[in-house]
């Protein structure tokens, strides 16, 4: 599917299933931007979906594509891969929101993973828990004790320093099972 879309930014992008049994919906309001689908969407929107999946204790997916990500995914087929099967994949970059505007595309702004990170820090946001895996050395740590020092809606439940090496040798059962048993509503990704 990743290459009839890359050949024909205008075909249709409907529901499929992932290897994993996880659907895709690829009706939902997206455009393709330099090969990669992006929701249209405001940063509201994108936290309330977060917000949603809390509540409701459903899987979402969250892609927050930039620059080096368009890179990446040329040349990694796996990595566009889980691009094209996020359940929101956010355009992370001012530069792919120009890219965008030029091809006449109305993306209402650009929606990083920070920013959705700070408006679930907001006082009077509702309680959500967090995990970090990756980052540099020390940074899981850090932001971990920063956000249980304050008295806001988030709180840390554990951290990994993944390190560096490849996918398989990062999610070793011992870690999913950590991450699975800390009970977190959100995992931030950092690699």
């Not at 299933?17 to 990669?36: E, K, P, Q, T, W």
């Not at 368009?70 to 120009?98: K, N, Q, T, Y």
Request: charged fraction near 15%.
């Amino acid at each position: 599917m990743t290459t009839s879309l890359e050949r024909n930014p205008a075909a249709s992008l409907r529901s499929t299933h992932h290897a994993s049994g996880h659907s895709v919906d690829f009706g939902r309001n997206l455009c393709l931007v330099l090969g990669l689908p992006f929701d249209v969407i405001d940063l509201e929107t994108a936290v309330c979906r977060v917000r949603s999946a809390v509540a409701l204790r459903t899987r979402l997916f969250i892609s927050t594509p930039n620059t080096n990500f368009v890179i990446a995914a040329m040349r990694d087929e796996a990595f566009r891969d889980s691009v094209f099967h996020s359940d929101l994949s956010l355009m992370d970059g001012m530069p792919l929101v120009w890219v965008a505007r030029l091809m006449g595309i109305a993306i209402p702004q650009r929606v990083s993973g920070s920013d959705i990170f700070e408006a679930l820090l907001r006082p009077g946001a509702p309680p959500i828990s967090v995990y970090f895996f990756g980052g540099q050395p020390g940074a899981a740590a850090t932001a971990a004790a920063k956000i249980n020092a304050t008295n806001g809606p988030m709180r840390c439940v554990g951290f990994d320093e993944a390190g560096f090496g490849s996918v398989e040798q990062m999610s070793d059962p011992a870690t999913i099972e950590r991450i699975n048993a800390s009970g977190a509503d959100f995992l931030v990704v950092s690699l």
